[in-house]
Nanobody, 122 residues
């Protein structure tokens, strides 16, 4: 199983921005489609955005289209999620994982890490 580590979460006011990072350990991230997923209290984990192995294709949940941007730098073995215009409903633990692009779902080849907490509140 592949291991990914998320970072970059925090507390931000509505309308603010955060950039999350997903780093690979011990393998080449550029060989995989990677997705960002989130789980809010009392809700199931959902796909937020996925990006193909070379970054040429992306997929976004309707709830984040136009506000979030997924990108990757395979030379740094890292995938990013730039989150702008954050809303309280974006509050969740965010995870990254190896994924399928369409639909944006985990493909089971990586372990779920601890995630990074994003809290949007005034």
């Amino acid at each position: 199983q592949l291991q990914l580590v998320e970072s970059g979460g925090g507390l931000v006011q509505p309308g603010g921005s955060l950039r999350l990072s997903c780093a690979a350990s011990g393998f080449t991230l550029g060989s995989y489609t990677i997705g960002w997923f989130r789980q809010a209290p009392g809700k199931e984990r959902e796909g937020v955005s996925c990006i193909s192995s070379r970054g040429g294709s992306t997929n976004y949940a309707d709830s984040v289209k136009g506000r979030f941007t997924i990108s990757r730098d395979n030379t740094k073995n890292t995938v990013y999620l730039q989150m702008n215009s954050l809303k309280p409903e974006d509050t969740a633990i965010y995870y990254c994982a190896a994924a399928r692009l369409w639909p944006c779902v985990s493909d089971g080849r990586s372990n779920w890490g601890q995630g990074t907490q994003v809290t949007v509140s005034s």
